[in-house]
């Protein structure tokens, strides 16, 4: 769950989250809650053996400020596919 989804604040960001742990969990066989945590990070990578790109797009997806995730679906795969620049 996303930590603005537990505080009752879900935003468009907030199904992003749940894509990304989704994922993560997917690829790594892990439950994110397992995985090692900084701050709400979850630090996946060292579980995961990816292309950079789109293991920087999976970080962006789960970053605990939603402020800082991708705003909505569109574009989460606008940068999936390349066509525009990830924050990380």
């Not at 709400?40 to 797009?57: E, G, S």
Request: glycine share 4%; with cysteine.
């Amino acid at each position: 769950m996303s930590p603005e989804q537990f505080r009752g604040k879900a935003t468009l960001a907030t199904d992003i989250y749940g894509l990304g742990t989704t994922l993560l969990f997917l690829l790594t066989k892990k439950c994110p809650a397992e995985l090692p945590q900084h701050h709400l990070n979850i630090n996946f990578r060292p579980y995961l053996k990816a292309n950079n790109y789109f293991v920087d797009w999976l970080e962006q997806c789960i970053l605990p400020n939603c402020n800082q995730r991708f705003f909505n679906a569109s574009i989460a795969l606008a940068a999936l596919q390349g066509k525009m620049l990830l924050r990380i």
